[in-house]
């Protein structure tokens, strides 16, 4: 069965319906992937998962639906303990010092989480040690010994993350063990090629130790079945593909448990020394926040997690597609009492002015430092990156692109259209709804196109694509600013005050819809807008639903407030200085990364003063015909002036280098370059990019024949 739906641009789309989707779900379960606790928040993270996780979460809220919004903090694994040992404190201090900055982090960009949890809680501790000793119990483990990666120096296995190696898949030779960042593939850290401990740097011997698999190959037919065969049709194209190309590949063994001390013990015999396999542990997170939730709340959690008309929906990265997709569901089958989930509407990565996000390169925008350098501008980062969502390839984000998103759109459009309305209608009838009169047919047109806005809006949410529900949001703003256009209402009201008196009642209306609908995308303009127009004393705020329902969504002889402005232009200067952050954090990049060559040969005393190198001036410079890199430079020696040929074309023009200082090595032989004889040589060093430099004297007491000694 298909239902085909029309967006505003008049294209025809069709959504496949299963059986499954035929009746509403009775409440949803809504998670987001927990982030490491090692470091603060970027907009990476907002663009892939929390942001279209809250605008899903907001919107089901306001259509009337039981939702919960569930996350937390990943306060397990090696990444944790790295950073430790780099700041030479505990994981706890860490975790502690991270879990704090996050969660306010959320909550001040407002994302609305009904639990926002942690992984050292002992909730979770206790509901993860029973998830796995339930498995284990039912015998869905396969105990083996097997040959790990072992660091002799450290004395201690590695863990995944302690191991860097050459991805076996594209030869990247950063990867992790567990995953390659640079093409997203999983991996045992066995399988990378010419593999280092990240604690020494020495190559890794095996060593035999016992661990628990999740023998992923028992569930290789129920995965086809239910995502191969179930999922085509819902599930986004990244997505599918990812888990077909493995599903495709075979699926082995996985284990579930690791040599660490820092985590969760592993609850079986045998288990001392070891903890859970993060990646066991963390989506189990899901379940122990919710209960977490439960417990504050005085509800029943189970009917979140085991009841089928409950629709669970992850919301992750490209990075996390297997652990949701293919892992996490083998552990919940393997349980048996718990749901699956409906959809994993992943995203792709956002990459930052052209160049990979990269968090140890503090190439990032960090929520924290957004927020207090963009006070009460919460609505136009989410804008900007719902706008630009990495929502089926990888997207860039740019401080242009943000500027011009505020300025061209948010403040020229949707902020344009609310203060003409609120200012016209404080002006012409002290801020009172005006009685219409009969509605013209372009009035009714409008009023029929408002009410259509919420259907057209839901459909593109209810298929994940969040970039197409906000721009049907910005349309709705679009009508209102060409409806005023068109009527004109300065115009007119000096001709026709009852006409006016219409046209100013089919805006506000078109202004309360905005107020509702905007809610999900741009919660904190919503607020503000709705406080302009005292929606809190309405007899009751219209929902989601009722703005494509109600005929009168603000009624005449309603008061409201003076015009505030809801967005305020971004200058360049503001712009300017956040390029100039990113410039600085390539600029120290580049030293700290720099290769230095390696010292030559030792040599005497005797051998250095050989070498004569005096001050000069370049008196003239000319490009040497047919040759790309040469200049053939006329220099004053102070001995005398002499012709040098010197291979600095492709970092200077022969104009530029005249009447620079430089320092020149005398006494080299003279050799020919392309017929022409070269008396000397340049001093010059290069940049980390590559770039020629000059070794000159700055000081201009400094005078030409000088030795340097």
Not at 204 to 213: E, N, R
Not at 677 to 682: A, F, K, R, T, V
Request: hydrophobic share 40%.
């Amino acid at each position: 069965m298909y239902i085909f739906f029309l967006n505003r641009s008049q294209n025809a789309y069709f959504c496949p319906l299963f059986k499954k989707e035929m009746s509403a779900p009775k409440r949803y379960t809504i998670t987001t992937a927990l982030p490491y606790t090692n470091g603060p928040i970027h907009i990476g993270h907002l663009a892939g998962v929390y942001v279209p996780a809250d605008i899903y979460a907001r919107y089901l809220r306001l259509t009337g639906n039981d939702v919960i919004l569930i996350g937390g903090s990943d306060e397990h694994g090696v990444p944790i303990t790295i950073k430790a040992k780099n700041e030479g404190v505990s994981p706890q201090d860490v975790v502690d010092k991270y879990h704090a900055i996050i969660k306010k982090s959320f909550e001040d960009f407002g994302i609305t989480f009904d639990n926002y949890s942690r992984t050292s809680a002992k909730v979770h501790h206790k509901t993860a040690s029973e998830f796995f000793t339930t498995l284990n119990n039912k015998g869905e483990f396969i105990e083996e010994v097997t040959e790990q990666l072992y660091d002799a120096e450290a004395n201690q296995f590695l863990a995944d993350r302690f191991v860097i190696g050459t991805c076996p898949k594209c030869g990247n030779e950063e990867s992790y063990g567990d995953q390659c960042e640079n093409c997203g593939t999983s991996h045992n850290a066995t399988d990378l090629i010419n593999p280092k401990s990240a604690l020494t740097g020495n190559t890794p011997t095996l060593k035999q130790t016992k661990h628990w698999f999740l023998p992923l190959d028992k569930h290789e037919a129920f995965l086809k079945e239910w995502i191969l065969e179930g999922h085509k049709k819902d599930w986004k194209s990244n997505v599918y593909g990812q888990c077909k190309s493995w599903i495709d590949d075979g699926l082995r063994p996985r284990a579930v448990t690791r040599d660490l001390d820092w985590g969760i013990p592993v609850p079986a015999e045998g288990g001392e020394g070891k903890v859970l396999y993060v990646w066991f542990d963390a989506p189990i997170g899901y379940i122990s926040s919710t209960i977490e939730w439960a417990e504050r709340e005085g509800k029943n959690w189970e009917p979140y997690w085991k009841d089928k008309d409950t629709k669970l929906v992850h919301f992750i990265g490209k990075d996390n597609i297997v652990f949701h997709c293919i892992i996490f569901p083998a552990m919940l089958k393997a349980e048996g009492s718990y749901i699956l989930p409906e959809n994993v509407p992943a995203n792709e990565f956002l990459n930052l002015e052209g160049n990979k996000l990269s968090t140890s390169k503090n190439w990032a925008v960090w929520l924290p430092e957004y927020l207090e350098e963009f006070p009460g501008q919460q609505d136009v980062l989410r804008y900007a990156l719902t706008s630009n969502a990495p929502e089926t390839k990888d997207n860039d984000f740019t401080w242009k692109d943000f500027q011009a998103r505020n300025n061209n759109e948010l403040v020229a459009i949707f902020g344009n259209f609310i203060n003409r309305v609120v200012v016209l209608t404080n002006k012409y009838y002290d801020g009172v709804i005006p009685e219409p009169n009969a509605l013209s047919q372009i009035d009714e047109e409008t009023l029929a196109a408002v009410k259509a806005y919420p259907d057209v809006i839901s459909s593109s949410l209810e298929r994940y694509r969040f970039r197409e529900a906000q721009q049907e949001l910005m349309n709705l703003a679009r009508l209102g600013n060409k409806y005023l256009a068109d009527e004109e209402p300065w115009k007119v009201i000096k001709v026709d005050e009852e006409r006016t008196k219409t046209i100013m009642y089919v805006a506000l209306q078109i202004a309360s819809a905005l107020a509702t609908l905007s809610e999900p995308f741009l919660p904190f303009t919503s607020k503000k807008l709705k406080d302009i127009l005292c929606h809190s004393a309405l007899d009751a705020e219209s929902t989601w639903n009722e703005v494509k329902t109600k005929e009168i969504l603000i009624p005449a002889g309603h008061k409201i407030r003076k015009a505030e402005l809801l967005f305020s232009k971004i200058e360049d200067t503001t712009i300017q200085a956040q390029l100039d952050k990113l410039e600085a954090s390539k600029k120290a990049n580049e030293v700290e990364n720099a290769v230095v060559e390696p010292q030559k040969d030792t040599i005497t005393f005797e051998d250095f003063t050989k070498l004569d190198m005096r001050v000069g001036t370049i008196l003239e410079a000319e490009k040497m015909p047919k040759a790309k890199k040469l200049l053939v430079l006329k220099v004053d020696t102070g001995i005398d002036v002499r012709t040098i040929v010197s291979g600095i074309a492709e970092s200077f023009t022969a104009e530029e280098v005249v009447g620079k200082r430089v320092t020149v090595l005398v006494n080299l032989a003279p050799r020919a370059l392309r017929g022409v004889e070269s008396e000397g040589m340049i001093l010059m060093t290069e940049t980390p990019d590559g770039k020629l430099v000059f070794v000159n004297p700055d000081d201009t007491a400094v005078t030409n024949g000088l030795q340097i000694s």
